[in-house]
C-alpha cells in the first residue's frame, strides 16, 4: 500500500471500468446499427406503403370511371330499350351487375392491401419501440486523477 491506496487493486479496478466500457461502447455500436437497419426497413414498408396508396388511388379513379361509364351505358340502353324491346333491357342489367361485381372485387382488394400494409406498419413500429438501449455510464467513475 502507497500513500493511503493500492496501486494493485486501483489498477484492476481501472482495466474493469475500461472493459466495461469497451463492452458498451460495442453494444451501443450493435444496438446503432439495428436501430439503422429498422429505419431502413422502416422506409421500405413506407415507400410500399405511398405506392400502394397510389395504386388504390389508381383502381379507385379506375373505379368510379367505370361506374360512370356503366351507368351512362345503362341509361343508353334504357333509352333504346323502351322502343327495341325486354331483350335488350336484359343485356343491360347483366352488363350493369358484372361491372358492380368487379367494383366490389377491386374494392375487396384494396381495403385488404391497406390492412395487410397497416399490420406491417404496426409490427415494425412496435419492434423499434421494443429496442432496449443500455444506460450510459456514470462518467464520474472515470476520473483524470
Given at each position: ?6 496501486r494493485?487493486e486501483v ?13 458498451l ?8 446499427k ?7 426497413q ?11 396508396v ?12 367505370m ?5 351512362r ?6 333509352d333504346?330499350?323502351r322502343?327495341?324491346?325486354?331483350m ?17 372485387r377491386?374494392s375487396n ?6 390492412d395487410e400494409?397497416k ?9 423499434i ?15 483524470d486523477?
Amino acid at each position: 500500500m502507497r500513500q493511503g491506496y493500492d496501486r494493485f487493486e486501483v489498477d484492476q479496478a481501472i482495466d474493469e471500468l475500461k472493459r466495461e466500457k469497451d463492452v458498451l461502447l460495442r453494444q451501443a455500436q450493435i444496438n446503432k446499427k439495428q436501430i439503422e437497419t429498422l429505419q431502413e426497413q422502416c422506409n421500405v414498408v413506407k415507400k410500399r406503403y405511398q405506392q400502394l396508396v397510389g395504386e388504390i388511388a389508381v383502381r379507385e379513379r379506375a373505379s368510379e370511371e367505370m361506374s360512370r361509364l356503366a351507368l351512362r351505358e345503362a341509361n343508353s340502353i334504357i333509352d333504346n330499350a323502351r322502343s327495341n324491346a325486354d331483350m335488350i333491357v336484359r343485356e343491360a342489367m347483366s352488363t350493369s351487375r358484372q361491372v358492380l361485381i368487379e367494383i366490389a372485387r377491386i374494392s375487396n382488394e384494396s381495403h385488404l392491401l391497406r390492412d395487410e400494409l397497416k399490420d406491417k406498419l404496426e409490427k415494425l413500429e412496435e419492434a423499434i419501440d421494443g429496442l432496449e438501449l443500455p444506460d450510459s455510464p456514470d462518467l464520474s467513475l472515470i476520473s483524470d486523477d
